[in-house]
C-alpha cells in the first residue's frame, strides 16, 4: 500500500505561513503531499516554497497540465483534503459549490474527507454569513475546526487565530486513521464536555493534595470526538499539555472548581466524561501562610473532609438523552470494583483500569474495560490512549442512539 495521499489547500490569509510546518510535519511523517494554494495564497507563500518542502509541482490553475486534467485527478487521487488556512472567501466559495480556481475545483471532486482551518478576524468568524457557511460544510460532513483565541493581525486579539500546526496536524491524521469517506462525522451536532487531569487541594499558600494523572486520557478524548465531529469543551485540571485545535479549554485547579465547571457546562450537553482524577478529600482548614518546619516538633495532624462526589453529582442531575461517562482508577478487584462503582455512581458508561507501578498515569498507552449499566463488557487491549477513547466514542454513540 502506498503512502497516504493528502491535499493541502492553502487560503490567502497571513497564517499561510503556519502551512508551511503543517506540510513539513505530514511529509515527515510519511505522507504524500500535494500543495494546492490559491492564487492570494501565493502573495504570502511563492510556489518555489511549496514545490520544495513537498517535492513535488505545485499547480494553482485548472489550466496547467490540462492533459491530465488535474482539478478531477488530484481530488479523486486524495485521502484526505486539508485546507489551512481557510479564510472566509474561501469557505464562502467551498460552501455555495463555485469552481473559479483549482482549489474549489477539487473540492467538489473528492470524496475523502475535508478538513477546514479557518483564520480570520473575530469580526468575520461571528458575521452571519460565516455562521451559516460553516453550517452548511458540517451539514455535508466536512470537519470545520473552530479558530484558536489569541493574537490576530496587528494588534487585534480574540477568536480567529489559526490553530497550532501540530494540534491541526493530529485532527488530520485521527481523520484519517480513521478513514471516514464523505458524510457527516458520527459525532456532528454533539455537545461533549470532558474532565482531565488532577485536582489539587490547598494545604497554604504552596503546598496541596494532589495525584499523579497527567490529563493524557482526557486530552486524547477530545481529540478523537473532535475529530469525529463534536463540539468539544474541555475542563482541565493542572495540566501541561498542549491544547487539541478545535477545543475549548476552560482551566480548574481544585475539585470544587471542577465541579463548578462541570455542573455548570452539563446544561447544553449530549455527553459528560468525568476523566480527571478528583481529590476525594480536601483539608478541613487550608491556612494562609505557609507551614512551617520547628525544629523538634512534629506538625499537626491535617484533618482532611470529604469533597463532593461530582460524578455521582452528574449523573443524578442528568437530562433525559444525556449520557454520562466515568473512570475509574483501581489497583486491586479491577473488574468487580468498577462494576460496584458503576451502580454506586449511576452513570451509564464507566472506563475502569488498573493503575500504578508505572500502569495509566502519565504513559501515552492504556488498558482497560468499559462497563455498560446494561451489563455489557469492552475490553480493550494495551495501546494508545487514543485507540481507548475511539473504542469509548462507539459506546457512547450506542447509548445516544437509544435514546
Request: charged share 25%.
Amino acid at each position: 500500500m502506498g503512502r497516504p495521499e493528502v491535499v493541502l489547500g492553502v487560503g490567502g490569509g497571513i497564517a499561510a505561513y503556519k502551512a508551511c510546518e503543517l506540510l513539513r510535519l505530514f511529509t515527515e511523517s510519511g505522507h504524500a503531499v500535494r500543495v494546492v494554494p490559491t492564487a492570494s495564497a501565493l502573495r504570502f507563500v511563492g510556489a518555489p516554497t511549496w514545490a520544495a518542502l513537498s517535492g513535488r509541482p505545485v499547480h494553482t490553475e485548472v489550466w496547467d497540465d490540462v492533459a491530465e486534467v488535474p482539478h478531477v485527478r488530484i481530488g479523486r487521487e486524495a485521502d484526505l483534503v486539508v485546507i489551512a488556512p481557510a479564510t472566509a472567501d474561501l469557505l464562502a466559495r467551498a460552501a455555495t459549490g463555485r469552481a473559479d480556481d483549482l482549489l474549489t475545483n477539487v473540492l467538489l471532486t473528492t470524496r475523502a474527507p475535508v478538513v477546514f482551518a479557518p483564520a480570520m478576524h473575530t469580526e468575520m468568524w461571528e458575521h452571519p454569513a460565516t455562521v451559516d457557511n460553516v453550517a452548511t460544510l458540517r451539514e455535508r460532513g466536512a470537519l470545520v475546526v473552530e479558530p484558536a483565541v489569541g493574537r490576530l493581525t496587528g494588534a487585534d486579539t480574540g477568536k480567529g487565530r489559526l490553530p497550532d500546526p501540530a494540534a491541526l496536524f493530529e485532527v488530520a491524521r485521527r481523520v484519517l486513521a480513521r478513514g471516514t469517506a464523505a458524510g457527516a462525522p458520527d459525532l456532528a451536532g454533539r455537545r461533549v464536555v470532558i474532565s482531565a487531569g488532577g485536582t489539587r487541594e490547598p494545604l497554604d499558600p504552596v503546598r496541596y493534595l494532589g495525584n499523579h494523572s497527567s490529563g493524557k486520557q482526557g486530552y486524547a478524548l477530545a481529540r478523537t470526538a473532535q475529530a469525529r465531529g463534536a463540539e468539544v469543551t474541555l475542563v482541565a485540571a493542572n495540566t501541561a499539555l498542549p491544547e487539541p485545535a478545535g477545543v475549548r479549554v476552560e482551566r480548574v485547579g481544585s475539585a470544587g472548581e471542577l465541579r463548578a465547571a462541570m455542573r455548570r457546562e452539563a446544561a447544553e450537553a449530549d455527553v459528560l466524561v468525568m476523566a480527571a482524577a478528583v481529590a476525594d478529600f480536601r483539608p478541613a482548614r487550608t491556612v494562609e501562610q505557609k507551614i512551617k518546619k520547628r525544629d523538634g516538633v512534629e506538625p499537626d495532624p491535617i484533618a482532611l473532609v470529604r469533597n463532593p462526589d461530582i460524578l455521582a453529582e452528574l449523573s443524578a442531575e442528568r437530562r433525559p438523552g444525556q449520557v454520562v461517562v466515568g473512570f475509574a482508577a483501581e489497583t486491586e478487584n479491577v473488574l468487580a470494583g468498577g462494576r460496584a462503582k458503576l451502580a454506586r455512581k449511576g452513570c451509564d458508561l464507566l472506563v475502569v483500569n488498573e493503575v500504578g507501578g508505572g500502569l495509566a498515569f502519565g504513559t501515552d498507552e492504556n488498558e482497560a474495560v468499559i462497563l455498560d449499566a446494561d451489563g455489557g463488557e469492552t475490553p480493550v487491549p494495551l495501546g494508545p490512549k487514543e485507540a481507548l477513547a475511539d473504542l469509548l466514542w462507539d459506546a457512547v454513540l450506542r447509548r445516544l442512539a437509544t435514546r
